[in-house]
């Protein structure tokens, strides 16, 4: 996803309050409750396969790094999986927010069952996670521009078969609940619609209802979507939508975490809930996030946002063993 020069600078405002926003999330270092659990997310790995043609991205680094795109979510892997070896918690859960991989080399259902594709590579990967990992949909996780012509359902169909997940859920663990949203399926992704308005993320009137009846139940709720929110249509059937939900509901939505943009960019509570957009392990294997969820307060820490470089691709090194 390209902004342009204007557009970045409203966000590089946004991320001034990044300062802000690290001290509230409180320190990595800090001790873990007895009561709490450990979990974490990523986003837009990029996975490729034999069949990509090198140099189809857009300019030099973006060509560069779609080649680095498996050593770099197998290295975040490593970090993951060593949280915690020495005196503190393991990650217990890990969530993917959307481009598993990247783009289709074929339109033809059967070819994914005779060849070893990129979605086989990036189950490889999540399946060397010591711990349950849940992915969600991305752009890049569907046909964007209808070339060669995979169709929704064919995306379903496919992750369902390979990775065993469905469009939208829910992931309910130790008194949280975790919403995987597809902003994917309203009508501004309908075949139908024009090219353009594919910038711009909708869900449709069954997932906002599904949506609204996981929120009425009060959880502390992790919200994960691929589209920053900006990118978002507020509402889609008269008033109701995403937008006027997370202000119902912002007392028990912790964070709204999304990709897409491949950077750090901090909204605040700019739409209720406090919404992030994350960096990408495309570009960076250190673009990762660790929470601490307490199970007493319902709250959520996260506890290495000092680690970031806001408003670019890169974080620090996550200390292994903290």
Do not use: C
């Amino acid at each position: 996803m390209r902004i342009d020069r204007r557009q970045f600078g409203v966000l590089g405002a946004l991320a001034l309050g990044a300062g802000y926003t690290e001290r509230a999330w409180g320190a990595k270092a800090a001790p873990v409750a007895a009561s709490s659990f450990r979990f974490a997310v990523i986003a837009d790995p990029h996975i490729i396969d034999e069949f990509y043609v090198p140099g189809s991205e857009n300019g030099v680094e973006d060509n560069t790094t779609i080649l680095q795109t498996a050593d770099h979510l197998t290295a975040a892997r490593s970090v993951i999986n060593s949280i915690g070896t020495g005196s503190g918690q393991k990650i217990e859960q890990t969530f993917v927010v959307g481009d598993v991989f990247h783009n289709y080399p074929s339109a033809d259902y059967d070819f994914y069952f005779k060849n070893k594709t990129r979605i086989d590579h990036a189950k490889e990967i999540l399946d060397g996670f010591a711990m349950p990992v849940h992915v969600g949909f991305g752009n890049h996780d569907y046909d964007e521009h209808q070339k060669p012509g995979v169709s929704r359902e064919m995306s379903h169909r496919l992750f369902e078969a390979k990775l065993k997940t469905k469009p939208y859920y829910a992931v309910d663990y130790k008194g949280f609940r975790f919403l995987h949203l597809n902003n994917f399926l309203g009508v501004t992704w309908d075949p139908s619609s024009p090219a353009k308005m594919r910038g711009f993320g909708s869900f449709g009137e069954e997932q906002l209802n599904w949506a609204e009846a996981q929120l009425a139940e009060r959880k502390p709720t992790v919200v994960f979507v691929h589209y920053p929110l900006w990118l978002t249509t507020p509402t889609e059937m008269k008033d109701y939508g995403l937008h006027p939900l997370l202000l119902k509901y912002r007392d028990t939505i912790q964070i709204v975490i999304s990709g897409h943009w491949h950077k750090w960019i901090d909204f605040a509570h700019t739409y209720g809930p406090q919404h992030t957009v994350m960096a990408s392990t495309r570009y960076d294997q250190n673009a990762l996030m660790v929470f601490e969820a307490d199970e007493k307060k319902g709250t959520v820490r996260w506890t290495n946002s000092e680690d970031v470089e806001w408003s670019t691709h890169y974080s620090k090194p996550y200390r292994v063993g903290v």
